[in-house]
């Protein structure tokens, strides 16, 4: 039997240190070819760590938030054969042993990092599995949800799945098994005392820097207007009525999309990205649009590249996908970064107004709040119409109040006149 050491991986454009996740094996677990055995944190996207050898983990580099160095050791996992250390050299220290640094191995070799999860064996027997506390069980969304309404803590719950994937009829099987936590409740009035602290790692980590960053350094003000969007949800309607077997249903954030890329044709300064240590703003001609996303690990911003060339629909299918991947973990850096201006909506709970937090370097961020039908006075007529409001933030270290109002009065135009979005 020899070892194999990993070491943490040069993930690319010049990075040098990353925070370790997520864990996916322990000490003592066998482990195949090509399986996820850690997740790490980038500047920008989260990162699998395959294992490139079979054996079984014999020593663990690191702790779940510790960040560390590119080269640093991961793991070392006992194969057969020679493995790639000295006999002479000795595995790292296990993290639960003891918190002193690895010793320094020979002759490692580096694995290479992947954008999807490969599939974990599974061990699956019974209906119930205690896993670590920061441990993220396989689930799609829709069985997360259930298993939130249940009131069920999905780690504790046996996946039968490929690799162990918690599915809707495992919940069930829980449920029956009398081991929900809702149960052992014995009054909706007991007191309590429990705590719980929730370390603040990974993506977590990530948001909260970007927005205490973003707050610090950029001079934020927001502007609010409300838009009647009845005639833009008329035409999306029967757009989609027409069209929405062949060519998929619109949502109202394509349109969002259009209005921005047009009105943003007179407001060029609004497209920017502001380097302050450079003092230097730079605008752009091509409009790639953040959409603000809500996924497990935390909110996402995919980017839709070039939303001046894209029709409706096609902004629409790259929206659906871009969420997809963003709120499965699969999104790629490339399409989390890149962004000139983002769209942030929380559909119908948006709320009457709110101030989002800029996506820095941009200088703008446009967010929408939910659709409500309001009596409105319309040539001396009360009607009933389709109100929304916009509340966008700038900064105004690059953004002048002026600008900032004219451009959201713009889209304002866009949307209650739809025809007009589509006028060259």
């Known amino acids: 039997m020899g070892t194999h050491v990993i070491k943490m991986p040069d993930i690319g454009e010049g990075i040098a240190e990353v925070e370790l996740s997520v864990w996916h094996v322990k000490v003592g677990d066998m482990v195949v070819e090509d399986q996820v055995l850690a997740d790490v944190m980038t500047d920008k996207a989260m990162v699998d760590i395959p294992s490139p050898v079979h054996g079984k983990v014999i020593a663990l580099g690191g702790q779940p938030g510790e960040v560390m160095a590119v080269g640093s050791v991961l793991i070392s996992i006992e194969v057969e054969g020679a493995g790639n250390v000295k006999e002479s050299a000795q595995p790292a220290a296990p993290v639960k042993e003891a918190a002193v640094a690895a010793p320094k191995v020979e002759a490692v070799v580096e694995s290479k990092p992947v954008a999807a999860a490969a599939p974990r064996p599974a061990v699956c027997q019974g209906p119930m599995v205690a896993r670590e506390a920061n441990e993220r069980p396989l689930a799609s969304p829709a069985v ?9 803590q999905l780690r504790l719950v046996r996946g039968t799945g490929p690799a162990g994937r918690v ?44 927005m205490q960053d973003a707050t610090q350094r950029a001079a934020h003000f927001s502007y609010v207007e409300e838009i009647d969007v009845t005639a833009v949800e008329e035409l999306r309607a029967h757009l989609n009525e027409k069209h929405g077997a062949t060519r998929g249903k619109l949502t109202l954030l394509p349109f969002l999309v259009r209005a921005l890329v047009v009105a943003l044709r007179d407001f060029p300064q609004i497209n920017a990205r502001y380097d302050d240590e450079a003092q230097v703003i730079t605008r752009l001609g091509a409009v790639h649009v953040g959409i603000a996303t809500q996924a497990d690990i935390g909110l996402m911003v995919p980017v839709v590249r070039h939303a001046e060339a894209r029709s409706l629909w096609d902004s629409a299918a790259e929206i659906a996908r871009l969420a997809t991947a963003a709120r499965n973990g699969k999104a790629s850096r490339d399409e989390l970064s890149g962004s000139s201006i983002t769209l942030t909506s ?3 709970l948006g709320g009457i107004v709110s101030t989002p937090v800029l996506n820095l370097p941009e200088v703008a961020i446009v967010g929408v709040n939910k659709i409500v039908e309001r009596p409105m006075v319309i040539k001396g007529q009360i009607v009933i119409r389709k109100m929304m409001n916009l509340s966008s933030s700038f900064d105004h270290r690059v953004v002048d109040g002026m600008d900032a109002a004219q451009f959201i009065q713009a889209v304002r135009g866009l949307l209650e006149q739809p025809a007009t979005l589509f006028v060259e």
């Open 167 to 210: 599915l809707h009829e495992d919940l069930e099987t829980y449920l029956a098994q009398g081991q929900s936590n809702a149960s052992s409740v014995s009054s909706a009035y007991a007191q309590r005392n429990d705590e719980q602290q929730i370390p603040v790692i990974g993506m977590r980590r990530k948001i909260a820097q970007r």
């Open 144 to 152: 997360r949800k259930h298993a939130l309404d249940l009131g069920i």
């Open 346 to 348: 929380l559909g119908a």
